[in-house]
Protein backbone atom coordinates (compact mmCIF):
# COMPACT_ATOMS: atom_id res chain seq x y z
CA UNK A 1 0.00 0.00 0.00
CA UNK A 2 2.72 2.28 0.32
CA UNK A 3 3.89 4.84 3.07
CA UNK A 4 1.80 8.02 3.91
CA UNK A 5 2.29 10.54 6.34
CA UNK A 6 2.09 10.33 9.70
CA UNK A 7 -1.20 10.08 11.21
CA UNK A 8 -2.03 12.42 13.76
CA UNK A 9 -2.24 10.83 16.51
CA UNK A 10 1.16 8.68 15.91
CA UNK A 11 3.05 12.18 15.59
CA UNK A 12 1.13 13.25 18.93
CA UNK A 13 2.49 9.92 20.59
CA UNK A 14 5.56 10.33 18.98
CA UNK A 15 6.30 13.68 19.36
CA UNK A 16 5.70 13.20 23.60
CA UNK A 17 7.94 10.14 23.58
CA UNK A 18 10.73 12.50 23.05
CA UNK A 19 9.77 14.91 24.87
CA UNK A 20 10.40 12.68 27.92
CA UNK A 21 6.42 11.93 28.59
CA UNK A 22 5.08 15.75 28.39
CA UNK A 23 1.65 14.00 27.84
CA UNK A 24 -0.12 13.12 30.91
CA UNK A 25 -1.94 9.71 31.79
CA UNK A 26 -5.40 11.34 31.40
CA UNK A 27 -4.76 13.13 28.78
CA UNK A 28 -3.36 9.27 26.99
CA UNK A 29 -5.76 7.67 28.24
CA UNK A 30 -8.42 10.12 27.08
CA UNK A 31 -7.06 9.45 23.91
CA UNK A 32 -7.27 6.23 23.49
CA UNK A 33 -11.03 6.30 24.53
CA UNK A 34 -11.56 8.28 21.88
CA UNK A 35 -10.04 6.51 19.46
CA UNK A 36 -11.55 2.99 20.21
CA UNK A 37 -15.20 4.61 20.49
CA UNK A 38 -15.92 3.61 17.02
CA UNK A 39 -14.29 0.12 16.72
CA UNK A 40 -15.27 -3.32 16.53
CA UNK A 41 -16.38 -3.69 19.93
CA UNK A 42 -14.28 -6.97 21.45
CA UNK A 43 -11.24 -4.76 20.03
CA UNK A 44 -12.52 -1.64 21.73
CA UNK A 45 -12.91 -4.02 25.01
CA UNK A 46 -9.45 -5.39 24.20
CA UNK A 47 -7.90 -2.09 23.92
CA UNK A 48 -9.02 -0.52 27.45
CA UNK A 49 -9.05 -3.73 29.30
CA UNK A 50 -5.11 -3.85 28.58
CA UNK A 51 -4.99 -0.07 29.62
CA UNK A 52 -6.44 -0.80 32.75
CA UNK A 53 -4.01 -3.36 33.09
CA UNK A 54 -1.55 -0.87 33.03
CA UNK A 55 -2.97 1.42 34.88
CA UNK A 56 -3.72 -0.85 37.67
CA UNK A 57 -0.48 -0.37 39.94
CA UNK A 58 -0.03 2.93 39.69
CA UNK A 59 -3.80 4.43 38.93
CA UNK A 60 -5.95 1.90 40.36
CA UNK A 61 -8.89 4.64 39.96
CA UNK A 62 -8.74 5.01 36.60
CA UNK A 63 -8.20 1.17 35.93
CA UNK A 64 -11.42 1.04 38.29
CA UNK A 65 -13.41 2.86 36.17
CA UNK A 66 -12.58 1.29 33.08
CA UNK A 67 -13.55 -1.93 34.28
CA UNK A 68 -16.97 -0.60 35.24
CA UNK A 69 -17.30 0.74 31.75
CA UNK A 70 -16.69 -2.86 29.97
CA UNK A 71 -18.84 -4.41 32.90
CA UNK A 72 -21.48 -3.18 32.37
CA UNK A 73 -21.22 -3.21 28.59
CA UNK A 74 -20.89 -6.88 28.32
CA UNK A 75 -23.83 -7.20 30.83
CA UNK A 76 -25.70 -5.34 28.46
CA UNK A 77 -25.04 -8.14 25.62
CA UNK A 78 -24.94 -11.59 25.68
CA UNK A 79 -22.97 -14.40 23.77
CA UNK A 80 -19.38 -12.06 23.54
CA UNK A 81 -16.30 -13.81 22.33
CA UNK A 82 -13.80 -11.80 24.15
CA UNK A 83 -9.72 -12.75 23.62
CA UNK A 84 -7.19 -13.56 25.33
CA UNK A 85 -5.36 -11.05 26.16
CA UNK A 86 -8.99 -9.44 27.70
CA UNK A 87 -9.46 -12.24 29.22
CA UNK A 88 -6.01 -11.83 31.16
CA UNK A 89 -6.77 -8.33 31.83
CA UNK A 90 -9.83 -9.13 33.44
CA UNK A 91 -8.39 -11.96 35.64
CA UNK A 92 -5.22 -9.81 36.49
CA UNK A 93 -6.87 -6.44 37.56
CA UNK A 94 -10.77 -7.58 38.46
CA UNK A 95 -11.13 -11.34 38.73
CA UNK A 96 -14.22 -11.07 40.72
CA UNK A 97 -15.90 -9.15 37.73
CA UNK A 98 -14.48 -11.29 35.78
CA UNK A 99 -15.64 -14.55 36.98
CA UNK A 100 -19.61 -12.25 36.88
CA UNK A 101 -19.36 -11.72 33.35
CA UNK A 102 -19.22 -15.48 32.75
CA UNK A 103 -23.43 -16.11 32.26
CA UNK A 104 -23.02 -13.36 29.69
CA UNK A 105 -20.11 -14.71 27.58
CA UNK A 106 -20.69 -17.36 24.99
CA UNK A 107 -20.42 -20.95 26.49
CA UNK A 108 -16.62 -21.77 25.43
CA UNK A 109 -15.10 -18.88 27.27
CA UNK A 110 -15.14 -20.37 30.75
CA UNK A 111 -12.63 -22.25 29.84
CA UNK A 112 -10.12 -19.17 28.67
CA UNK A 113 -10.84 -17.39 31.94
CA UNK A 114 -10.11 -20.31 34.12
CA UNK A 115 -6.88 -20.55 32.14
CA UNK A 116 -6.05 -16.63 32.60
CA UNK A 117 -6.75 -16.74 36.31
CA UNK A 118 -4.43 -19.28 37.21
CA UNK A 119 -2.03 -17.23 34.95
CA UNK A 120 -2.71 -14.28 37.14
CA UNK A 121 -2.50 -16.27 40.38
CA UNK A 122 -5.76 -16.11 40.95
CA UNK A 123 -6.29 -19.72 41.97
CA UNK A 124 -9.22 -19.95 44.28
CA UNK A 125 -11.37 -18.01 41.40
CA UNK A 126 -9.97 -20.37 38.92
CA UNK A 127 -10.53 -23.30 40.55
CA UNK A 128 -14.30 -22.13 41.43
CA UNK A 129 -15.43 -22.13 38.14
CA UNK A 130 -13.72 -25.27 36.85
CA UNK A 131 -15.34 -27.37 39.51
CA UNK A 132 -18.59 -25.72 38.27
CA UNK A 133 -18.14 -26.38 34.96
CA UNK A 134 -16.96 -30.19 36.43
CA UNK A 135 -20.32 -30.46 38.12
CA UNK A 136 -21.79 -29.25 34.78
CA UNK A 137 -20.03 -32.58 33.11
CA UNK A 138 -17.38 -30.76 31.27
CA UNK A 139 -14.21 -32.09 31.90
CA UNK A 140 -11.77 -29.84 29.52
CA UNK A 141 -8.51 -31.59 30.71
CA UNK A 142 -6.43 -28.68 28.53
CA UNK A 143 -7.97 -26.20 30.85
CA UNK A 144 -7.76 -28.03 33.82
CA UNK A 145 -3.75 -28.90 33.36
CA UNK A 146 -2.96 -24.94 33.83
CA UNK A 147 -4.77 -24.88 36.95
CA UNK A 148 -3.17 -28.19 38.12
CA UNK A 149 -0.16 -27.02 37.01
CA UNK A 150 -0.63 -23.83 39.57
CA UNK A 151 -2.26 -25.57 42.47
CA UNK A 152 1.05 -28.28 42.32
CA UNK A 153 3.10 -25.31 43.08
CA UNK A 154 0.67 -23.66 45.95
CA UNK A 155 -1.88 -26.61 47.30
CA UNK A 156 -0.13 -29.85 46.12
CA UNK A 157 -3.01 -31.53 48.33
CA UNK A 158 -5.87 -29.52 46.16
CA UNK A 159 -4.34 -30.82 42.84
CA UNK A 160 -4.49 -34.47 43.52
CA UNK A 161 -7.80 -34.19 45.03
CA UNK A 162 -9.09 -32.27 41.74
CA UNK A 163 -7.61 -34.67 39.60
CA UNK A 164 -9.48 -37.39 41.48
CA UNK A 165 -12.50 -35.73 40.82
CA UNK A 166 -11.82 -35.59 37.46
CA UNK A 167 -10.70 -39.01 37.18
CA UNK A 168 -14.34 -40.94 38.95
CA UNK A 169 -16.07 -37.89 36.70
CA UNK A 170 -14.49 -39.09 33.24
CA UNK A 171 -16.46 -41.35 30.52
CA UNK A 172 -13.16 -42.71 29.03
CA UNK A 173 -15.15 -45.15 26.60
CA UNK A 174 -17.00 -41.24 25.46
CA UNK A 175 -14.08 -39.52 25.92
CA UNK A 176 -12.95 -37.72 22.54
CA UNK A 177 -8.99 -38.31 21.78
CA UNK A 178 -8.17 -34.35 21.71
CA UNK A 179 -9.60 -34.72 25.75
CA UNK A 180 -7.99 -38.12 26.01
CA UNK A 181 -4.70 -36.66 25.18
CA UNK A 182 -5.74 -33.51 28.05
CA UNK A 183 -5.94 -36.35 30.58
CA UNK A 184 -2.65 -38.19 30.07
CA UNK A 185 -1.00 -34.73 30.20
CA UNK A 186 -2.62 -34.05 33.45
CA UNK A 187 -1.88 -37.02 34.96
CA UNK A 188 2.16 -36.39 34.01
CA UNK A 189 1.65 -33.39 35.79
CA UNK A 190 -0.03 -34.43 39.07
CA UNK A 191 2.22 -37.89 38.76
CA UNK A 192 4.17 -36.48 41.82
CA UNK A 193 1.82 -36.12 44.40
CA UNK A 194 -0.89 -38.43 42.83
CA UNK A 195 1.06 -41.15 40.95
CA UNK A 196 -1.69 -43.90 41.66
CA UNK A 197 -4.69 -41.78 40.18
CA UNK A 198 -2.27 -40.41 37.50
CA UNK A 199 -1.81 -44.33 36.70
CA UNK A 200 -5.44 -45.19 36.55
CA UNK A 201 -5.71 -42.47 34.18
CA UNK A 202 -3.11 -43.57 31.96
CA UNK A 203 -4.30 -47.36 32.26
CA UNK A 204 -7.92 -46.41 31.40
CA UNK A 205 -6.90 -44.02 28.21
CA UNK A 206 -5.29 -47.21 27.16
CA UNK A 207 -8.29 -49.34 28.11
CA UNK A 208 -10.28 -46.92 25.85
CA UNK A 209 -8.30 -46.44 22.79
CA UNK A 210 -7.34 -50.09 22.45
CA UNK A 211 -11.00 -50.83 20.62
CA UNK A 212 -10.23 -51.47 17.29
CA UNK A 213 -12.43 -48.53 15.76
CA UNK A 214 -11.34 -46.01 18.45
CA UNK A 215 -11.77 -42.34 17.20
CA UNK A 216 -13.68 -43.64 14.49
CA UNK A 217 -16.37 -41.14 14.43
CA UNK A 218 -14.93 -39.06 17.15
CA UNK A 219 -14.52 -35.22 16.12
CA UNK A 220 -11.00 -34.77 16.44
CA UNK A 221 -7.89 -37.20 15.30
CA UNK A 222 -4.64 -37.47 16.78
CA UNK A 223 -1.24 -37.98 14.90
CA UNK A 224 2.04 -37.51 16.55
CA UNK A 225 6.20 -38.16 16.34
CA UNK A 226 7.20 -39.34 19.58
CA UNK A 227 10.91 -39.95 20.64
CA UNK A 228 11.16 -42.87 23.56
CA UNK A 229 14.64 -43.20 24.58
CA UNK A 230 16.11 -44.07 21.50
CA UNK A 231 13.22 -45.10 19.69
CA UNK A 232 11.53 -42.27 17.06
CA UNK A 233 7.94 -43.66 16.75
CA UNK A 234 5.32 -42.04 14.53
CA UNK A 235 1.89 -42.67 14.70
CA UNK A 236 -1.01 -41.73 12.19
CA UNK A 237 -4.68 -42.42 14.30
CA UNK A 238 -5.81 -41.15 17.40
CA UNK A 239 -5.69 -45.08 18.57
CA UNK A 240 -2.30 -45.46 17.71
CA UNK A 241 -1.17 -41.59 19.36
CA UNK A 242 -3.29 -42.64 22.57
CA UNK A 243 -2.02 -46.06 22.96
CA UNK A 244 2.11 -44.82 22.83
CA UNK A 245 1.51 -41.47 24.91
CA UNK A 246 -0.46 -43.58 27.44
CA UNK A 247 1.36 -46.62 27.62
CA UNK A 248 5.11 -44.97 27.86
CA UNK A 249 3.46 -43.15 30.81
CA UNK A 250 2.50 -46.15 32.31
CA UNK A 251 5.56 -47.86 32.37
CA UNK A 252 7.17 -44.79 34.07
CA UNK A 253 4.01 -44.55 36.63
CA UNK A 254 3.95 -48.37 37.28
CA UNK A 255 6.03 -50.44 35.80
CA UNK A 256 3.87 -53.79 37.31
CA UNK A 257 0.55 -52.39 35.65
CA UNK A 258 2.11 -51.66 32.36
CA UNK A 259 3.49 -55.08 32.12
CA UNK A 260 -0.08 -56.76 33.11
CA UNK A 261 -1.33 -54.63 29.59
CA UNK A 262 1.84 -55.51 27.80
CA UNK A 263 0.00 -57.15 24.58
CA UNK A 264 -1.81 -53.05 24.20
CA UNK A 265 1.55 -51.80 23.79
CA UNK A 266 3.74 -55.01 21.78
CA UNK A 267 3.98 -52.65 18.63
CA UNK A 268 6.30 -50.45 20.22
CA UNK A 269 9.66 -49.95 22.17
CA UNK A 270 8.81 -47.49 25.59
CA UNK A 271 11.00 -47.86 27.79
CA UNK A 272 12.51 -44.62 28.12
CA UNK A 273 11.27 -40.93 28.65
CA UNK A 274 8.86 -39.64 26.14
CA UNK A 275 9.43 -36.50 24.43
CA UNK A 276 6.74 -35.18 21.69
CA UNK A 277 8.79 -33.88 18.72
CA UNK A 278 5.52 -33.46 16.73
CA UNK A 279 1.55 -33.45 17.31
CA UNK A 280 -1.42 -33.04 14.86
CA UNK A 281 -4.93 -32.40 15.70
CA UNK A 282 -7.33 -32.67 12.82
CA UNK A 283 -10.96 -31.83 13.27
CA UNK A 284 -12.67 -34.58 11.63
CA UNK A 285 -16.26 -32.25 10.64
CA UNK A 286 -14.48 -29.95 9.06
CA UNK A 287 -14.76 -29.92 5.28
CA UNK A 288 -11.65 -29.70 3.35
CA UNK A 289 -11.53 -25.95 2.02
CA UNK A 290 -10.75 -25.47 -1.72
CA UNK A 291 -9.48 -21.61 -0.94
CA UNK A 292 -6.87 -23.25 2.20
CA UNK A 293 -3.62 -21.22 1.92
CA UNK A 294 -0.70 -23.59 2.14
CA UNK A 295 1.71 -21.35 3.99
CA UNK A 296 3.57 -24.60 5.28
CA UNK A 297 6.95 -23.33 3.34
CA UNK A 298 6.88 -19.70 4.39
CA UNK A 299 6.64 -21.29 8.24
CA UNK A 300 9.05 -23.92 7.44
CA UNK A 301 11.64 -20.81 6.28
CA UNK A 302 10.46 -18.51 8.95
CA UNK A 303 11.50 -20.85 11.91
CA UNK A 304 15.08 -21.03 10.47
CA UNK A 305 15.68 -17.35 10.63
CA UNK A 306 17.33 -17.37 14.12
CA UNK A 307 19.73 -20.06 13.10
CA UNK A 308 21.49 -18.07 10.09
CA UNK A 309 24.68 -17.21 10.77
CA UNK A 310 24.57 -13.47 9.98
CA UNK A 311 22.19 -10.47 10.45
CA UNK A 312 22.86 -9.66 6.23
CA UNK A 313 21.86 -13.50 6.09
CA UNK A 314 18.87 -13.14 8.35
CA UNK A 315 17.48 -9.85 6.16
CA UNK A 316 17.92 -11.38 3.09
CA UNK A 317 15.73 -14.19 3.82
CA UNK A 318 13.27 -11.85 5.55
CA UNK A 319 12.73 -9.42 2.62
CA UNK A 320 12.09 -12.93 0.61
CA UNK A 321 9.53 -13.22 2.80
CA UNK A 322 7.72 -10.30 3.07
CA UNK A 323 7.36 -10.18 -0.69
CA UNK A 324 5.94 -13.96 -0.68
CA UNK A 325 3.73 -13.09 2.40
CA UNK A 326 2.52 -10.49 0.40
CA UNK A 327 1.42 -11.98 -2.63
CA UNK A 328 -0.80 -14.29 -0.26
CA UNK A 329 -4.66 -13.77 -0.46
CA UNK A 330 -6.06 -10.89 1.42
CA UNK A 331 -7.68 -12.70 4.61
CA UNK A 332 -6.16 -13.47 8.38
CA UNK A 333 -3.50 -16.06 7.28
CA UNK A 334 -1.62 -13.14 5.72
CA UNK A 335 -2.31 -10.85 8.49
CA UNK A 336 -1.10 -13.51 11.10
CA UNK A 337 1.89 -14.92 8.65
CA UNK A 338 2.85 -10.62 8.46
CA UNK A 339 2.81 -10.32 12.31
CA UNK A 340 4.82 -13.48 12.88
CA UNK A 341 7.81 -12.23 10.34
CA UNK A 342 7.62 -8.78 12.18
CA UNK A 343 8.01 -10.23 15.25
CA UNK A 344 10.84 -12.61 14.52
CA UNK A 345 12.59 -9.52 12.20
CA UNK A 346 13.78 -7.25 15.29
CA UNK A 347 15.88 -9.68 16.75
CA UNK A 348 19.42 -8.07 15.77
CA UNK A 349 20.08 -5.14 13.12
CA UNK A 350 18.15 -6.38 10.32
CA UNK A 351 18.61 -2.98 8.71
CA UNK A 352 15.67 -1.00 7.38
CA UNK A 353 15.15 -2.27 3.89
CA UNK A 354 14.31 -5.78 5.79
CA UNK A 355 11.75 -3.54 8.50
CA UNK A 356 10.31 -1.52 6.23
CA UNK A 357 9.51 -4.49 3.84
CA UNK A 358 8.26 -6.08 6.90
CA UNK A 359 5.90 -3.38 8.17
CA UNK A 360 4.85 -2.51 4.63
CA UNK A 361 3.70 -6.31 4.43
CA UNK A 362 1.52 -6.11 7.57
CA UNK A 363 0.21 -2.48 7.41
CA UNK A 364 -1.22 -3.89 3.93
CA UNK A 365 -2.39 -6.97 5.30
CA UNK A 366 -4.18 -5.27 7.77
CA UNK A 367 -5.32 -3.06 5.44
CA UNK A 368 -7.12 -5.16 3.70
CA UNK A 369 -8.27 -7.85 6.79
CA UNK A 370 -8.63 -5.84 9.60
CA UNK A 371 -7.73 -7.90 12.59
CA UNK A 372 -10.28 -9.20 15.36
CA UNK A 373 -7.34 -8.63 18.01
CA UNK A 374 -5.02 -5.64 19.04
CA UNK A 375 -1.63 -7.83 18.22
CA UNK A 376 -1.34 -7.24 14.38
CA UNK A 377 -1.95 -3.57 15.38
CA UNK A 378 -0.02 -3.44 18.69
CA UNK A 379 3.38 -5.48 16.39
CA UNK A 380 3.11 -2.54 13.51
CA UNK A 381 2.82 0.48 16.11
CA UNK A 382 5.81 -1.19 17.97
CA UNK A 383 7.89 -1.12 14.71
CA UNK A 384 6.75 2.55 14.15
CA UNK A 385 7.85 4.03 17.18
CA UNK A 386 10.78 1.83 18.22
CA UNK A 387 12.93 0.94 14.97
CA UNK A 388 12.19 4.59 13.81
CA UNK A 389 10.26 3.63 10.56
CA UNK A 390 7.66 5.50 8.57
CA UNK A 391 3.75 4.69 9.72
CA UNK A 392 1.45 3.36 7.08
CA UNK A 393 -1.70 6.02 6.24
CA UNK A 394 -4.08 6.49 9.10
CA UNK A 395 -6.35 3.45 11.06
CA UNK A 396 -8.25 4.13 13.78
CA UNK A 397 -7.30 0.41 15.64
CA UNK A 398 -3.45 1.24 14.43
CA UNK A 399 -4.34 4.68 15.97
CA UNK A 400 -5.17 3.10 19.55
CA UNK A 401 -2.34 0.64 19.28
CA UNK A 402 0.23 3.92 18.93
CA UNK A 403 -2.33 5.48 22.03
CA UNK A 404 -1.87 2.46 24.13
CA UNK A 405 1.51 1.95 23.56
CA UNK A 406 2.28 6.22 24.35
CA UNK A 407 0.06 5.77 27.64
CA UNK A 408 2.15 2.76 28.52
CA UNK A 409 5.64 4.81 28.22
CA UNK A 410 3.86 7.34 30.31
CA UNK A 411 3.52 4.54 33.06
CA UNK A 412 7.07 3.49 32.82
CA UNK A 413 8.41 7.02 33.09
CA UNK A 414 6.08 6.85 36.55
CA UNK A 415 7.07 3.60 37.70
CA UNK A 416 10.83 4.20 38.21
CA UNK A 417 11.88 0.35 39.78
CA UNK A 418 13.96 -0.58 43.39
CA UNK A 419 15.35 -4.22 42.99
CA UNK A 420 17.74 -5.82 44.90
CA UNK A 421 20.79 -7.80 42.73
CA UNK A 422 22.80 -11.00 43.64
CA UNK A 423 25.34 -9.53 45.85
CA UNK A 424 22.17 -7.76 47.94
CA UNK A 425 22.84 -4.57 47.22
CA UNK A 426 19.43 -2.51 46.30
CA UNK A 427 19.27 -0.21 42.93
CA UNK A 428 16.86 2.35 42.39
CA UNK A 429 15.94 4.78 39.60
CA UNK A 430 15.50 7.36 41.91
CA UNK A 431 19.28 7.10 43.46
CA UNK A 432 20.89 6.42 39.73
CA UNK A 433 20.22 10.37 38.84
CA UNK A 434 23.75 11.70 36.66
CA UNK A 435 23.92 8.26 35.29
CA UNK A 436 22.64 6.93 32.06
CA UNK A 437 20.44 3.80 33.11
CA UNK A 438 20.05 0.53 30.75
CA UNK A 439 17.36 -1.69 32.46
CA UNK A 440 17.64 -4.66 30.49
CA UNK A 441 15.30 -7.55 30.95
CA UNK A 442 16.30 -11.32 30.48
CA UNK A 443 16.11 -14.68 31.48
CA UNK A 444 18.81 -17.58 31.37
CA UNK A 445 16.76 -19.43 29.09
CA UNK A 446 16.79 -17.15 26.30
CA UNK A 447 18.96 -17.42 23.73
CA UNK A 448 18.64 -13.45 22.20
CA UNK A 449 19.22 -12.39 25.37
CA UNK A 450 22.43 -14.74 26.32
CA UNK A 451 23.36 -13.47 23.01
CA UNK A 452 23.70 -9.61 23.70
CA UNK A 453 24.88 -10.24 26.61
CA UNK A 454 28.72 -9.63 25.60
CA UNK A 455 27.77 -6.60 23.83
CA UNK A 456 26.03 -5.48 26.92
CA UNK A 457 29.08 -6.01 28.88
CA UNK A 458 31.88 -4.72 26.06
CA UNK A 459 29.90 -0.99 26.14
CA UNK A 460 29.35 -1.44 30.25
CA UNK A 461 33.23 -1.54 30.37
CA UNK A 462 34.21 1.10 28.22
CA UNK A 463 31.73 3.75 29.51
CA UNK A 464 31.19 2.81 33.15
CA UNK A 465 33.57 5.69 34.01
CA UNK A 466 31.93 8.23 32.34
CA UNK A 467 28.26 7.29 34.45
CA UNK A 468 26.77 4.38 32.41
CA UNK A 469 25.33 1.79 34.23
CA UNK A 470 23.67 -1.99 33.21
CA UNK A 471 21.01 -3.28 35.15
CA UNK A 472 19.97 -6.72 34.23
CA UNK A 473 16.45 -8.26 35.62
CA UNK A 474 15.63 -11.59 35.86
CA UNK A 475 12.37 -13.28 37.32
CA UNK A 476 13.92 -16.48 37.96
CA UNK A 477 14.81 -17.86 41.21
CA UNK A 478 18.02 -16.41 42.99
CA UNK A 479 20.35 -19.71 42.30
CA UNK A 480 19.16 -20.03 38.44
CA UNK A 481 20.63 -16.42 38.20
CA UNK A 482 23.77 -17.16 40.31
CA UNK A 483 24.55 -20.23 38.54
CA UNK A 484 24.32 -18.08 35.33
CA UNK A 485 26.37 -15.40 36.73
CA UNK A 486 29.33 -17.99 38.17
CA UNK A 487 29.71 -19.50 34.87
CA UNK A 488 29.76 -16.29 32.83
CA UNK A 489 31.34 -13.60 34.74
CA UNK A 490 29.76 -10.27 33.86
CA UNK A 491 30.31 -7.23 35.85
CA UNK A 492 27.40 -5.83 35.71
CA UNK A 493 24.16 -5.98 38.08
CA UNK A 494 22.17 -8.53 37.57
CA UNK A 495 18.96 -7.76 39.30
CA UNK A 496 16.10 -10.13 40.70
CA UNK A 497 12.34 -10.14 40.32
CA UNK A 498 10.93 -13.17 41.57
CA UNK A 499 7.35 -11.54 42.31
CA UNK A 500 7.57 -10.06 38.35
CA UNK A 501 6.55 -6.49 39.96
CA UNK A 502 9.09 -4.68 37.67
CA UNK A 503 8.36 -7.11 34.71
CA UNK A 504 4.61 -6.01 34.69
CA UNK A 505 5.43 -2.02 35.88
CA UNK A 506 7.05 -2.16 32.33
CA UNK A 507 4.49 -4.36 30.44
CA UNK A 508 7.57 -7.19 30.01
CA UNK A 509 5.97 -9.69 27.98
CA UNK A 510 8.83 -11.07 25.56
CA UNK A 511 12.63 -10.94 26.22
CA UNK A 512 14.94 -9.64 25.69
CA UNK A 513 13.83 -6.07 26.44
CA UNK A 514 15.30 -2.91 27.18
CA UNK A 515 14.63 0.75 28.42
CA UNK A 516 17.23 3.59 28.25
CA UNK A 517 17.01 6.11 31.07
CA UNK A 518 19.32 9.46 30.92
CA UNK A 519 20.95 11.10 33.73
CA UNK A 520 17.80 13.32 34.99
CA UNK A 521 16.00 9.79 34.71
CA UNK A 522 13.91 10.45 32.12
CA UNK A 523 12.73 7.42 29.72
CA UNK A 524 14.35 8.45 25.88
CA UNK A 525 14.50 4.94 24.17
CA UNK A 526 13.11 1.28 24.21
CA UNK A 527 14.61 -1.68 22.66
CA UNK A 528 11.65 -4.46 21.77
CA UNK A 529 14.54 -7.25 21.24
CA UNK A 530 17.71 -7.90 20.73
CA UNK A 531 20.33 -5.43 20.38
CA UNK A 532 23.38 -5.56 18.61
CA UNK A 533 26.35 -3.28 20.19
CA UNK A 534 25.84 -0.41 17.43
CA UNK A 535 22.35 -0.36 18.17
CA UNK A 536 23.18 0.19 21.49
CA UNK A 537 25.13 2.74 20.95
CA UNK A 538 22.77 4.45 18.91
CA UNK A 539 20.35 3.91 21.63
CA UNK A 540 23.12 5.63 23.98
CA UNK A 541 23.44 8.71 21.44
CA UNK A 542 19.74 9.48 22.32
CA UNK A 543 20.50 9.80 26.31
CA UNK A 544 23.56 12.38 25.50
CA UNK A 545 26.26 9.59 25.94
Not at 8 to 27: C, H, I, N
Not at 70 to 84: M, P, R, T, Y
Not at 403 to 409: D, E, F, M, T
Not at 442 to 448: D, F, G, I, R
Request: a neutral charge.
Amino acid sequence: MGFRSLSASLLFALAAYAAGGSESVDQALSRLQEQTAGLPAALRMEFRMRAAQSLSGRHPDLARKIVSQAVQEINAGKDWQLGNATMQAFATVAPAEGVAILPHLATDQAGMMIGALARANRTPEALSVYRQLLAQGQLQPATANVLLSRLLKEKPAEAAKLFQEMLAAAHFDTLDPYDAYGFLNCAKTVAPVAAGPAADACERVATAASAPDYGANAKTAISATFQVGGETIATANSRDTLLVASGSRLHDLAPERFAARRALFERWKLAGPLTVKGMSFRNTNAAPRKDAIDTSAISKQMGQIRSLPTDADRARVVLQLAGEIRALPAGPVRVGMASSLANLSTEGDLGKEALSAVSGTLATALETAPASTADPYLELASLVRFEHLPAPKSDPALDAAGSLIALQNQLHQEAGFTLTALDGKTYSLADLRGHVVLLNFWATWCPPCRKEMPDMEKLYQRLQSKGFIVLAVSDEDRETVAGFEEKQKYTFPLLLDPDRKVNDAFNVEGIPKSFLFDRDGKLVAQAIDMRTESQFLEMLKVAGM
